[in-house]
């Protein structure tokens, strides 16, 4: 061993570095070692006042520096601090024990212990600028660095990075960039952070340092940050291969929770858990205190997302614990602090989390770090709504949180940022739909962010997020395209329980287009399908709905069946693999015709109630599916051209007994309907208050058809119980006393006729049971009789009642209401008919006239205002009587004007009710009822009124009306179209 020693000697001569030990062979670590006993078998390290030799101090600084090369951290600890930094040492030994130190210092997380140092070399080195004090210099940057003081940091780096170039130290160059990278990235710069982390790599790569690996994974955490986790990887795979050759065992635990971070961001639960565990066992083993620290970061970050909140604290505190040791006022306590704020929120702890959130952000804010700064504003909006604070709060902070993350490009966070405030304004409960509805601009943002980072399972989650959070917000055909979207994301990852969650869902979008059509009151198209050719229709429909196929099959067209818009091979192929069903005559899908899976763009196939047409209506592959209000326009142009045969102005040519009017729209829809049902032998009911015309009504819907029997009108309320079922039903000769002689009942005698029940609401419950059965059976049994008899007819029933209020207290049987409302019209009330209101008068103005024998009187524009302006509660029936009063007491040869009409036309307050509902006095679900006015409806109603006034005084004359009211006759014009006042001409 003596001849070792002298070997030692000789070392003196070489500037006593750690790069020394750079590709020390495997072959030399058993001669080490065994140097290594025998050294301190002779050393006196124990003995303080032991005789310092310059032979001894060459001794012990080799041996610290092998117990480093050795990974024996802290031996070399030991040994190092052995050695008194005095005047004794040379210039290259004490630069070797203080680069040493420093070293240590910085692995062991003391980064003021390597602060200090930087005195001790100003007292020995007062020109401290020289090549072997640059390692040195470096490490104290890095200690800067941990504790957040950017601008001493950032002196030492670029000193060190321009002196290494002078130097020609290419190692030293190399690890300066590197650390101004992570610097910058510190500070939320992360483009110059990532110039600085490439220019160090490519001097790595030049000069092939062991710290390459280092480099590398600095990076892969870089872009982890941007959220470019694939790119991440990349970088990791290229350090893993780097990590033997390195012997630098920082770098393996570096690479194992970089790795592990990677995988967690990625949903790779699995991978990341195991990377983490192996990271935190060499980091525990090796005495790597950041590393550690960050292992239990992550490692809280799994367990909180599989559910072990408890587990998740334990180990977001022993973080903590270890971030405050190393350095108070650092990065890691910011990220610690804000994932405990975080972990108390999902445990409803606010208290906890507003303090953690307050310190963190402070602290963020006081060293720059902007990234932490940006998350945390996200974490105290959610503190916000949990502590039920102003919504308005909220928005901001996460208005900011999104501001910062795209200002620094991490795009990532920025997307779950974009989220959480699409989420909010989704959620808002004081805004209307429209305004709601801007949270969707929010999360289409994130994921386009998401689907540019090439993140398909984190993009396929924030599209079902989306379509969760907007339920009851968005229509339907909106939703669809969410749908469409999530669908092709979750065919990419080949996740078929998420597809069949989709296909269930996209399903009920689709069902309620059609369900919204049937419901909502359709807004007649203005295409006219009567006075254009069907094959000029199918183009017009096909640019109206930027449709790329449309057809149209008519198979009751007068020339025979046929096809417009296609070839018949082409929609016979196409019209098998419809799923429509003999209860269903719309279908509106996103695409991919059912059944067959024959791939297609998003279409609608209608059939027409009473006939077999059906029209397919198809868009390009890609395109946004059909609106509920664009189904709607397909369903009124099909039903018009179904009814091309049947105008409204053929009707009374068809039988009808009484003209029935029907100016305004909601009447003409009803006489559509009317000519669609007309055929029909379903049971059809007519709602609506007494005085509305149903009878009328009935009688047109059996003037229409083609049944060759009688109209039979019974009214249900007429007969005592006691002769209802002789009525109804007949009897025989002798079946009770009285019954001399044998009787048809009325059911039988409107056989292939309709059958009108008024007010079928006032029935007994016995008479129910039985009409029921002759509805379902289709035959009759008279009383006393023992057979039974076929009938054939069509029933039309009618009531002022709600049957479904009716059905709810047990008054009438609810099959027999199913069974009666197979068909359902709804007959507005006269309020609701203005444009009815004028050829009503003059109808019933001939009528009475011709029965009074007097001539027919002029109607003045004031006694016509007041008829438009009355609330009508008899309705039609209200208003023929009015008319025949007026008739009677009118002078020969006199107009009628208001001064003839009764107080209740005339009384100057009147109001009309804003909800206008089938029954009186009902209450909406705040309590007030349907006939009080708001302060906006009484101000509508009086502005009407002071117009009708005005034009009633003015004979009609716009200009001159608009000058008693003090306004211009154009505004006049907009507030007459405003309230739906019809302008009649003044009196001659």
């Known amino acids: 061993m003596q001849g070792k020693w002298e070997d030692i000697e000789r070392l003196r001569q070489q500037p006593l570095r750690s790069r020394f030990w750079e590709g020390l062979p495997e072959s030399a670590a058993k001669e080490i070692t065994t140097y290594l006993s025998e050294f301190h078998s002779r050393s006196q390290l124990d003995n303080p006042e032991s005789t310092f030799s310059h032979s001894s101090a060459n001794r012990s600084i080799l041996a610290a520096w092998s117990h480093w090369a050795m990974k024996q951290y802290t031996l070399a600890e030991k040994v190092a601090n052995s050695v008194h930094l005095g005047p004794q040492l040379s210039d290259p030994q004490y630069l070797a024990i203080v680069e040493l130190r420093a070293l240590l210092f910085n692995s062991f997380g003391k980064p003021e212990e390597t602060i200090k140092l930087h005195v001790l070399l100003l007292e020995r080195f007062p020109d401290v600028i020289q090549r072997r004090s640059l390692p040195s210099l470096l490490s104290i940057g890095v200690a800067h660095l941990v504790l957040s003081e950017y601008e001493k940091a950032e002196a030492l780096f670029f000193l060190c990075a321009s002196a290494s170039t002078i130097f020609e130290d290419h190692k030293t160059k190399g690890a300066s960039l590197h650390n101004l990278g992570i610097l910058f990235k510190n500070l939320g710069q992360l483009n110059r952070s990532l110039e600085y982390i490439n220019r160090s790599i490519q001097v790595g790569k030049a000069t092939g340092v062991p710290e390459l690996a280092l480099r590398l994974i600095a990076r892969a955490n870089l872009l982890s940050w941007k959220g470019q986790f694939p790119k991440a990887l990349l970088d990791l795979e290229a350090a893993r291969k780097r990590i033997p050759s390195s012997k630098i065992p920082k770098a393996e635990a570096a690479y194992n929770v970089a790795l592990g971070r990677a995988n967690l961001y990625l949903r790779n639960y699995g991978s990341a858990r195991n990377e983490l565990a192996k990271g935190l066992d060499i980091a525990r083993e090796l005495r790597f205190p950041r590393e550690e620290a960050l292992a239990y970061e992550f490692l809280g970050d799994l367990e909180r997302i599989e559910g072990n909140s408890d587990k998740a604290g334990e180990l977001y505190k022993k973080g903590m614990a270890i971030a405050l040791r190393i350095a108070p006022r650092g990065d890691l306590v910011t990220e610690l602090s804000r994932r405990l704020a975080d972990w108390h929120l999902d445990r409803g702890e606010n208290v906890d989390a507003r303090k953690h959130i307050e310190s963190a952000l402070a602290l963020a804010e006081e060293i720059g770090d902007r990234r932490e700064e940006a998350i945390l504003h996200r974490v105290r909006a959610r503190l916000i709504l949990a502590s039920r604070g102003r919504r308005a709060s909220a928005e901001r902070s996460l208005t900011k949180s999104i501001g910062i993350l795209s200002g620094m490009g991490a795009r990532y966070e920025e997307s779950l940022s974009l989220a959480e405030l699409g989420k909010l304004k989704l959620r808002a409960p004081r805004k209307n739909r429209h305004e709601r509805k801007h949270g969707l601009d929010d999360f289409l943002r994130a994921v386009k962010i998401l689907t540019r980072l090439e993140l398909p399972k984190h993009k396929l989650e924030m599209l079902l997020s989306a379509i969760r959070e907007s339920e009851g917000v968005i229509q339907p055909h909106e939703g669809l395209v969410f749908v469409s979207e999530a669908e092709m994301a979750a065919r990419d990852l080949d996740d078929q329980k998420t597809l069949s969650e989709l296909a269930s869902l996209r399903c009920n979008y689709e069902e309620e287009i059609a369900h919204r059509v049937d419901r909502r009151s359709k807004k007649r198209a203005a295409h006219k399908t009567g006075k254009i050719s069907a094959e000029k229709g199918v183009q017009e429909l096909a640019h109206r709905l930027d449709a790329k196929r449309v057809f149209l099959r008519l198979p009751w067209a007068p020339e025979g069946p046929r096809t417009i818009g296609c070839t018949e091979e082409d929609a016979l192929n196409r019209l098998a693999h419809l799923p429509l069903s003999e209860e269903q005559n719309l279908i509106v899908s996103s695409g991919r015709i059912a059944g067959e899976g024959v791939l297609s763009g998003p279409y609608m196939a209608y059939r027409a109630k009473d006939e077999s047409a059906l029209i397919y209506v198809e868009r390009a592959i890609g395109s946004a599916p059909f609106s509920d209000r664009e189904a709607s326009d397909l369903t009124t142009w099909a039903d018009r051209l179904a009814r091309r045969f049947v105008k409204r102005s053929d009707l009374p040519a068809r039988g009808c007994s009484f003209p029935l009017v029907a100016k305004d729209p909601k009447m003409r829809e009803i006489v559509d309907q009317i000519a669609m049902v007309r055929n029909s032998p379903a049971s059809i009911l007519l709602e609506g208050a007494t005085g509305t015309g149903k009878g009328l009504i009935a009688r047109l819907l059996h003037d229409l058809s083609d049944r060759r029997g009688e109209f039979v009108h019974i009214h249900c309320a007429e007969f005592p119980d006691s002769l209802v079922e002789s009525e109804l039903f007949g009897h025989t000769r002798g079946s009770f006393t009285g019954a001399e002689q044998e009787k048809m009942g009325l059911l ?54 709600i049957l479904e209020d009716e059905v709810a207290e047990k008054k009438f049987r609810q099959d027999l209401y199913y069974r009666l409302k197979v068909i359902r019209l709804e007959i507005p009330p006269l309020r609701d008919r203005q444009e009815d209101i004028p050829p009503l008068v003059r109808q019933f103005l001939e009528s009475a006239c011709e029965a009074e024998g007097k001539p027919v009187p002029v109607v003045m524009a004031d006694a016509m205002n007041r008829f438009l302006l009355h609330s009508w509660p008899g309705n039609v029936r209200e208003l023929q009587n009015e008319i025949k009063r007026v008739v009677a007491l009118l002078p020969q040869g006199a107009p009628i004007d208001a001064s003839q009409l009764s107080d209740t036309l005339t009384k100057k307050r009147r109001t009309r009710p804003r909800h206008r509902g089938r029954s009186n006095g009902t209450r909406n679900r705040t309590g007030i009822s349907n006939d009080q006015e708001s302060l906006i409806g009484h101000l509508g109603e009086m502005e009407k009124e002071m117009i009708y006034d005005a034009l009633s005084e003015t004979e009609g004359n716009l200009a001159r009306a608009a000058h008693v009211l003090g306004i211009s006759a154009p505004l006049l014009r907009y507030k007459m179209r405003k309230h739906a006042i019809i302008r009649y001409p003044a009196r001659k």
């Open 748 to 801: 039988e005698s409107a056989h292939e006729g309709t059958l009108f029940l008024d007010e079928v609401g006032d029935l007994s419950p016995s008479v129910q049971l039985r009409l029921l059965r002759v509805l379902d059976e289709g035959r009759i049994k008279r009383i006393g009789e023992i057979g039974f008899r076929e009938i054939d007819l069509r029933v039309v029933s009618a009531t002022n009642r």
